[in-house]
């Protein structure tokens, strides 16, 4: 796995080729993010490196985050996420991971928790086909038999029924980098990315 960079999802929009067609890109204020720590196999059992985005006032961390940036004269970050990675090398605490390790033509896998709909039926949830809604019909987006009789006498585990919608982690790949803005840390990608605005994304690099 290579070292990526944590993100805030800003918003959609759309921008122009030089044909005139309209891409829609996703902008993403990237970075910067700080080593905070460097796990090595002899001394964690693993090689990966830790990194912190989105400084913020003491007082919003409790006092085990406080003493662990300490260590490293890191600031007060609000996330920490970590990497695994098969290199250490030419790494150090400290370092300041920026937009600038992007190109742009690059294809990145962006990672972040999608939006929550809350308690959804099956229609909904797992496209499943209503019943007529005509000729007397009282079965309209009921999930339907969700079993057999005798034998089994039970459901079997994993059977698609209605439940919470949305809200997990996701990964989308293959995006390609359309724009850097290394001033406002700025990353446009072309099309959609997990999540609403606002949301914590993690960007990383694709190894071809």
Known sequence: MNIGILGTKLGMTQIFDESGAAIPVTIIKAGPCVITQIKTTKTD?????QIGYSEIRPKLLNKAKLGHLKKTNSPPLRYLKE?????????NLGTTLSVETFNTGDTVAITGKTIGKGFAGTVKRHNFT?????????????????GMGTTPG????????AGRLGGKKTTIKNLQVVLINPENNLL?????????????LSIQKTIV
């Open 45 to 49: 059992g693993y090689q990966a490196v």
């Open 83 to 91: 990497y695994k990675t098969n290199s250490i090398d030419n790494l």
């Open 130 to 146: 209503r019943g007529p809604m005509t000729h007397g019909s009282k079965n309209h987006r009921e999930p339907g038999s969700i």
């Open 154 to 161: 039970r459901v079997y585990p994993g059977k698609r029924m």
């Open 188 to 200: 446009v990608v072309k099309g959609a990315v997990p999540g609403k605005v606002g949301n914590l």
